[in-house]
């Protein structure tokens, strides 16, 4: 039900988040909790190329528009105009960095009600202003804290992916053409945005060769077409040979991680979508804010070293050079997690 002080009544809004898939993955609750609130509302998100894949089967989410980042300008001002059309009641924008694009795009929507952060001078393009986040706010609370003008509460639910029973067939099958047999599943990720958010490829290949030889598990090396340099380094790291996912399809990469027992990975966009998938993950944290993209949950394990001076520096590149938030930590330590974890 739209709040009586509101200009209008809620029957077309618009969610932008055409940033990173682990952003739009957290804001899952958001949209859960904005049509628990706004069940006749027409929701539709405003997804980038990459990340709409993770809105697929979710039934809170009635139409996803593509803003693809390649197109030229002027394919991009036709979108705009396409959503124009649309007439939307409201536009949420949860952005709260320094980057003005989808506050631009709020305004140009005509939308009669364009919410979201006083930041950075966003709020010449807005009329309803969220509380600006705190330091010590989970991403996950940041995006939800933006639909609180709109009389929608905290809500509790977790990020959420959902699979087809045809995608879930598709992972049994590669599973089975790839003789991974019954052992429990470790899924192992190596890649990040950004170099300094990344283990050591030596000790991925290590770790690698040390869950070989505890012939416990089956692991499963999973990378997207950016890390092929990357993998081609571990590779050559490695004693045997192990199968190995390309994500070139982002809903084959969800199906196959679903059959994971144990996710390892750095802080990225596959860790938040394990967790999604109410996967136990092992994960790296360096220069990351902690407490804004801590995985959700009590059970994955974090190594992270909150005791050197310059964690948390927020860096692509280790600034001091010697990378010891994640060269610290070695394979060996990692294994024993792992041990743990499937006890």
């Given at each position: 039900?739209?709040?009586?002080w509101?200009?209008c009544?809620?029957?077309?809004?618009?969610?932008i988040?055409i940033?990173r898939?682990?952003?739009?993955v957290?804001s899952?609750?958001?949209l859960?909790?904005?049509?628990?609130y706004?069940?006749?509302?027409e929701l539709s998100?405003?997804a980038s190329?990459?990340?709409r894949?993770?809105?697929?089967n979710l039934?809170?989410?009635?139409?996803i528009?593509?803003?693809?980042?390649?197109?030229?300008?002027?394919k991009k001002i036709?979108?705009?105009?396409?959503?124009r059309?649309?007439?939307?009641?409201l536009?949420?924008?949860?952005?709260?960095?320094?980057?003005?694009k989808?506050?631009l795009?709020?305004?140009y929507?005509g939308?009669l009600?364009?919410?979201?952060?006083a930041?950075?001078?966003r709020?010449?393009?807005?009329?309803?202003i969220?509380?600006?986040?705190?330091?010590?706010?989970?991403?996950k609370?940041?995006?939800?804290n933006?639909?609180k003008?709109l009389g929608?509460?905290?809500?509790?639910?977790?990020p959420?992916?959902?699979?087809s029973?045809?995608e879930?067939?598709?992972?049994?099958?590669?599973?089975e053409r790839?003789?991974i047999?019954?052992?429990?599943?470790v899924?192992?990720h190596?890649?990040a945005?950004y170099e300094s958010q990344?283990?050591l490829p030596e000790y991925?290949a290590?770790?690698?060769?040390k869950?070989d030889?505890q012939?416990?598990?089956?692991a499963?090396?999973f990378?997207?077409p950016?890390?092929?340099?990357l993998?081609?380094n571990?590779?050559k790291?490695?004693?045997?040979?192990?199968p190995?996912?390309v994500s070139?399809?982002?809903?084959k990469?969800?199906?196959l991680?679903?059959?994971?027992?144990?996710?390892i990975?750095?802080n990225?966009g596959?860790l938040h979508?394990?967790?999604?998938?109410?996967?136990q993950?092992?994960?790296?944290?360096?220069?990351?804010?902690k407490v804004?993209?801590?995985?959700?949950?009590s059970a994955?394990k974090v190594f992270?070293?909150d005791?050197l001076?310059c964690?948390?520096?927020?860096?692509g590149?280790?600034?001091?050079?010697?990378?010891?938030?994640?060269?610290m930590f070695?394979p060996s330590?990692?294994?024993d997690?792992l041990?743990q974890?499937n006890?």
């Amino acid at each position: 039900m739209t709040p009586e002080w509101l200009p209008c009544e809620i029957k077309k809004a618009l969610f932008i988040r055409i940033d990173r898939i682990g952003d739009l993955v957290l804001s899952t609750p958001a949209l859960k909790a904005f049509k628990r609130y706004f069940p006749d509302c027409e929701l539709s998100v405003l997804a980038s190329k990459t990340n709409r894949p993770v809105l697929l089967n979710l039934p809170y989410v009635d139409n996803i528009i593509t803003y693809d980042y390649s197109l030229n300008i002027f394919k991009k001002i036709s979108t705009l105009r396409r959503l124009r059309k649309y007439n939307y009641d409201l536009v949420i924008d949860p952005y709260c960095d320094y980057e003005l694009k989808t506050a631009l795009i709020a305004a140009y929507s005509g939308a009669l009600i364009r919410l979201g952060h006083a930041s950075y001078g966003r709020e010449v393009f807005l009329n309803l202003i969220a509380t600006n986040p705190e330091n010590d706010q989970h991403f996950k609370d940041l995006v939800l804290n933006v639909l609180k003008p709109l009389g929608v509460e905290k809500e509790t639910s977790i990020p959420e992916i959902r699979l087809s029973e045809a995608e879930k067939e598709w992972s049994l099958k590669w599973i089975e053409r790839n003789q991974i047999g019954s052992r429990p599943i470790v899924g192992i990720h190596p890649g990040a945005y950004y170099e300094s958010q990344r283990w050591l490829p030596e000790y991925f290949a290590d770790l690698i060769n040390k869950i070989d030889e505890q012939e416990k598990f089956a692991a499963i090396l999973f990378h997207g077409p950016e890390d092929i340099c990357l993998v081609k380094n571990i590779k050559k790291m490695i004693k045997k040979s192990l199968p190995t996912f390309v994500s070139h399809d982002l809903r084959k990469f969800l199906s196959l991680q679903s059959l994971c027992d144990v996710f390892i990975c750095n802080n990225s966009g596959p860790l938040h979508l394990a967790v999604a998938q109410k996967i136990q993950t092992i994960s790296f944290m360096g220069p990351t804010e902690k407490v804004r993209w801590m995985p959700i949950g009590s059970a994955h394990k974090v190594f992270r070293l909150d005791s050197l001076p310059c964690i948390g520096c927020k860096k692509g590149n280790c600034k001091v050079i010697t990378h010891d938030c994640m060269r610290m930590f070695s394979p060996s330590v990692v294994v024993d997690a792992l041990i743990q974890c499937n006890q």
